[in-house]
């Protein structure tokens, strides 16, 4: 993960801090060329997890297999538990994987959900990468 970005705003993690869970999510995606990697912390915002990771795929097929990766890597990890929907169309993938939950956009569709703006309460969020 690069630190040479823009300061991280309310709402994002940064680097240093994250849980081992969501490490292997973000080096699993960065490894895989996801783009626009962001995580938000949901403490005090939601009981369903910790953290949400957003990212987007190039195309429907990079979204299948960045979601396959980092599904094969949470169970390769010991998280195997891990919940997937969205799989078969590729333009939004849901893994829940218990403390974090991820979505893996194409950017069109990201683009049109603005799940950032809804969990983070900012109007724009700086990249995790």
Do not use: C
Request: without cysteine; negative net charge; aromatic residues 4%.
């Amino acid at each position: 993960m690069s630190t040479d970005s823009a300061p991280v705003e309310t709402g994002v993690k940064a680097a240093t801090d994250l849980p081992e869970l969501e490490t292997l999510i973000l080096e699993t995606l960065e490894d895989d060329k996801a783009e626009n990697i962001v995580a938000i912390d949901l403490g005090g915002k939601s009981s369903i997890a910790d953290t949400m990771v957003i990212a987007s795929g190039r195309s429907a097929r990079h979204v299948n297999a960045l979601a396959d990766h980092v599904v094969r890597k949470l169970k390769e990890e010991g998280h195997g538990r891990a919940q997937v929907e969205g799989m078969s169309s590729a333009d939004w993938v849901l893994i829940d994987a218990g403390d974090v939950v991820v979505h893996i956009f194409r950017p069109e569709v990201r683009d049109f959900y603005q799940l950032e703006r809804i969990w983070s309460g900012s109007a724009h969020i700086t990249d995790a990468n």
